[in-house]
């Protein structure tokens, strides 16, 4: 199975008030940035750091990295790595700066070092958040993790299915994924990531994608949906009382979103789920209808008396949700600008508060 890991950082500043947190982080960021040394551009840490931050300021230089990157894995050695860097970037379409445009001229006297370099720092990151198959690595990642004073959430990668075999096959991977890792984080000791001001959390935290669950799903048919969904959740909302795990829904593309919501109000409502497993879901704050979606999951938890946890992200899907919208002459789901989803976010997050 591969596993997919978000961290969640443990707080480390004392609880005093609302602002006087928020200066302690900010001057603590600060710092840290004052002391970070800057790499050569020339190094492939540098190199590297220096490619994202160009990805960011230019549309079309973004679209030529990733498109490097989509095909890196299929190269079979360094050389050949460094030579379609720069035949992606080193063009006249792109508008490098003088450094970078020096750095890959420097990678094509080093022959193959540039591209090794790069290969490993893709590597690299994508190892913070995907563990791969091997047991043995997930969970010597996630006991590090621990021992760091960190929690962590994990999923399986994969997602949409195809068929009902492989929903099946997806449905049952959750559960071992469950018992692989109840069997081995019991035997770590305590850990300040455990525990909260509201007292002690679960270890033990999955992450759940619907669309996994069943081959299906369609919009027009809500109904179906729901009834074959809830079917391959209960065993493994079952599972999870018994391990004194937490749940939690993701949120997917904008097609889902209320399929998630209702799924999640319609499982939770269940008497035999009503106050365990602990669960949540994530909510996206660049979509325009979050906060009504917020004010109705709050009303609902509170008619339960079901306590739910909110993960509220800004989004990741904001390219696909525009470009689908735009080909379909849809009304755009996603904020336009992001300051506008940072303004959502503040002000959803003091809602939550």
Known sequence: MAIAVRSKEPTTVAATAPEEQVRAWGEKIFALMDEAKQPSIFGKKGLYAALMEWSMADEHFKTQLFRFVDVLPTLSSSSEGA????????????????????ALFAANLAGGLLGGGIRAQVTGMARQFMLGNDEREIILTLKDLQQQGIGFTVDIHGETVVSEREADAYAARYIDLMNLLARETEKWGACKSDLTPRGEVPRLNVSIKISALYSQIHPTD????????????????????????????DME?????????RLFKTIFSEP????APQSGLALQAYLRDSEADLRDLLNWSRGQGHRVTVRLVKGAYWDYETVTARQKRWPIPVFSHKAETDANFEKLSLHLL
């Not at 035999?272 to 106050?275: G, P, S």
């Open 222 to 249: 809500p109904d179906t949906a729901i009834e074959k969904l809830a079917a391959r959740l209960r065993p493994i909302l079952r599972r999870a009382k018994e391990l004194g795990a937490f749940i939690n829904f």
């Open 83 to 102: 030579r379609h860097l720069r035949e992606y970037l080193d063009n006249d379409q792109v508008k490098l700066s003088p450094a970078l445009r020096a």
């Open 272 to 275: 035999e789920f009503a106050t």
């Open 253 to 261: 593309s904008y097609v889902l979103k209320d399929l998630t919501l």
